[in-house]
């Protein structure tokens, strides 16, 4: 089942601009992680965020989590043509026995 | 070093076969997951495999099973496949569940499979 639902579903940017994406999930969660997928390949994982944080960066990359709204967003700052790809947020409900629950992704399309 | 490898990239089958689908896992994980990724239901765990025992299972019909070798790699199996099998099926790998809740898990490129 889908826990993490992101929007908006589609977002087009102009290289340059931010690209913010949200995740809402609907379980306690252990951490929640970004991963990208370019064109129906496998998965590249971006970053991850434990339960007891509220804030990272990696690069161009900032991701919050609220577990009180369970929501969590991805914003990428100064978008490049290569960042066009799906994102998607994932929980992980602990131990990584079950799994990664995802979200349908966030297609993000960045024009030149 | 060398990422997690599925093979084959493609297959085509037709419905009532059975399919093989393999993946290797990055050198000293142990945890090999598999998922199933569709365009109606998106991506969804099938099971983990660790130190060749299966820990858990996504909620799958039982011609969907899998199984990890010593060396860790990790095969899956569809019997009897329905077109609605179609999908891209990704494995992901970890060292262990600890590593997996700090650094994630590291993707496959994936198997399309297509049953006609």
């Known amino acids: 089942s889908q826990q993490g639902e992101e929007d908006p579903q589609a977002l087009s940017i102009q290289e340059g601009e931010n690209a913010t994406m949200n995740c809402s999930y609907k379980?306690?969660?252990?951490?929640l992680q970004w991963y990208r997928q370019n064109s129906g390949r496998g998965l590249v994982h971006l970053i991850l965020?434990?339960?007891?944080?509220r804030e990272k960066h990696s690069g161009r990359l900032r991701v919050t989590l609220d577990t009180s709204k369970k929501s969590s967003s991805l914003l990428i700052t100064a978008s490049r043509a290569a960042d066009t790809a799906s994102y998607f947020c994932?929980?992980?409900?602990?131990?990584?026995?079950?799994?990664?629950?995802f979200g349908k992704g966030t297609h993000l399309i960045i024009q030149p | 070093k060398a990422g997690v490898t599925q093979t084959p990239r493609y297959l085509i089958k037709t419905r009532g076969q059975q399919v093989t689908l393999s993946c290797s896992p990055i050198?000293?994980?142990?945890?090999v997951s598999w998922y199933q990724q569709t365009p109606g239901q998106g991506l969804q765990f099938l099971f983990e495999y660790f130190s060749e025992t299966q820990r858990n299972k996504g909620n799958f019909p039982g011609r969907f099973s899998g199984r990890q070798f010593s060396n860790s790699r990790s095969e899956m199996n569809v019997s009897t496949l329905e077109l609605g099998d179609s999908a891209l099926y990704l494995c992901a790998s970890s060292p262990d569940t600890t590593q997996s809740s700090i650094y994630g898990y590291t993707f496959g490129s994936g198997t399309r499979l297509t049953v006609v």
């Open positions: 965020i434990r339960s007891n944080e």
């Open positions: 050198s000293g994980h142990r945890s």
């Open positions: 379980t306690s969660i252990n951490n």
């Open positions: 994932a929980t992980d409900g602990g131990g990584g026995a079950d799994g990664l629950t």
